[in-house]
Nanobody
């Protein structure tokens, strides 16, 4: 089993930056991909971005490309989501997720709220 705990959410103004962190514990050696998702009120959960644990490759949703950056610290089993130039439409609960294979994500964090005021 793997446990994921997000941190770093909060209330910011449009144009500000925020960095989220996701700390993984348990059988982290089995993880292949770490991802970030978000869910705004009344909307479905959407993909934000992902990073592979053994490579530096990252992939982002078009809505955040150029503004958000995912990085990893394998020594600390932590993944970060640096969010710059935040917009009110980025307001959502942000979730960290982890996959042990090429299929869907197997483990999820509890989420952290990000609110961007205009």
């Amino acid at each position: 089993q793997v446990q994921l705990v997000e941190s770093g959410g909060g209330l910011v103004q449009a144009g500000d930056s925020l960095r989220l962190s996701c700390a993984a514990s348990g059988r982290t050696v089995s993880l292949v991909t770490m991802g970030w998702f978000r869910q705004a009120p009344g909307k479905e959960r959407e993909f934000v971005g992902k990073i592979r644990r053994t490579e530096s490759s990252t992939y982002y949703a078009d809505s955040v490309k150029g503004r958000f950056t995912i990085s990893r610290d394998n020594g600390k089993n932590t993944v970060h989501l640096q969010m710059n130039s935040l917009k009110p439409e980025d307001t959502a609960v942000y979730y960290c997720a982890a996959a042990i294979g090429s299929g869907g994500y197997d483990f999820w964090g509890q989420g952290t709220q990000v609110t961007v005021s205009s």
